[in-house]
């Protein structure tokens, strides 16, 4: 039987709003910008998330309930996710809570940007611990609970500047880049597993990471980037929502680049 095309639509849209439903899933750096973004459209389709933060309590305290509203489970759990520690127990509170960890996405970052002769090595460090450490920990730690259910998605958020590089970021573009390696080799380790493991690689998205960019800058970004625009929090946590879900059960080892044409 032919269906109406209003009931096609009706249905293509419930089954594309809740391609996450019922998956139990970590936000890491979750309490402002792309990672806000990426747990609310996670929830939206259904997902229930774990929103980790490092300092900001009630930004991740009202993010949880205005998740909560959506009809689906939050839990803010407070981790400096570049510290051992910290990255087994917020996995180990969701598995307690939840009994499972579905879906990491590991969004965490922090940049210290600075020409390398003025750059210290404290600044290459912390960045590099904060960026590539914390995506290792919180990977490694979720895995072995994933491995057992045959079943997990790992998204991890890159960087263009991981691809190219920038002038002012070699700490950054090194702890980006370093991300790439990361998703291509465990994809490899944990495929036979049932696990997908893929980056995300944002241009340039206004959030209170870029916020302090010169005027200059950002006009003469503007004028290089072929759809004309910087990114927004939304464009990024579709591209993430998509490869944490079945949609995307044949892509693994991937890096998605969601930056209007910057870095083609
Ligand atoms: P943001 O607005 O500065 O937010 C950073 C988030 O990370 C905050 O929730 C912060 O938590 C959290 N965080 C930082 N260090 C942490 C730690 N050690 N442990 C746990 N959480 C920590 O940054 P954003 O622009 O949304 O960036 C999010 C991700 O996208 C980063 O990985 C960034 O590199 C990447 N990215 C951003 C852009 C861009 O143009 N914005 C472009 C490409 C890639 P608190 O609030 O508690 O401090």
New binding site residues.
């Given amino acids: 039987m032919r269906l109406p095309r209003k009931h096609l639509l009706t249905k293509m849209g419930e089954t594309m709003s809740k391609t996450l439903q019922d998956k139990i899933t970590v936000v890491?750096?979750?309490?402002?910008?792309?990672?806000?973004a990426i747990a609310l459209e996670l929830a939206a389709r259904g997902a229930s998330v774990v929103v980790?933060?490092?300092?900001?309590?009630t930004?991740?305290e009202e993010l949880a309930q205005e998740i909560t509203a959506l009809g689906v489970q939050a839990l803010a759990v407070q981790?400096?996710?570049?510290?051992e520690e910290?990255a087994n127990r917020l996995i180990k509170s969701t598995i307690e809570t939840y009994g499972r960890v579905d879906i990491v996405v590991n969004?965490?970052?922090?940049?210290r940007d600075n020409v390398i002769m003025l750059m210290s090595a404290d600044d290459f460090d912390s960045v590099i611990?904060?960026?590539l450490r914390?995506t290792w920990l919180v990977s490694k730690a979720a895995v072995r609970s994933m491995m057992r259910k045959r079943y997990g998605r790992i998204v991890n958020?890159?960087?263009?500047?991981g691809i190219m590089g920038n002038g002012g970021q070699t700490n950054?573009s090194a702890s980006?880049a370093g991300i790439i390696g990361l998703t291509k080799s465990l994809a490899r380790e944990v495929a036979s597993r049932g696990i997908t493991v893929n980056a995300v690689?944002?241009?340039?998205?206004?959030?209170?990471?870029?916020s302090g960019l010169p005027e200059d800058i950002t006009s003469k970004l503007n004028e290089n980037i072929p759809l004309g625009r910087?990114?927004n929090?939304d464009d990024?946590a579709k591209a993430t929502a998509f490869l944490s879900s079945d949609e995307a059960s044949y892509i693994t080892g991937h890096v998605l680049v969601v930056d209007g044409g910057l870095a083609m």
């Fill in positions: 890491t750096g979750a309490s402002r910008g792309i990672g806000k980790n933060y490092q300092k900001s309590a930004a991740a981790a400096d996710v570049s510290q910290d969004n965490a970052g922090t940049t611990d904060t960026n914390s958020i890159t960087s263009i500047s950054y980006k690689a944002p241009g340039f998205v206004l959030t209170d990471l870029t910087w990114g929090v990024v």
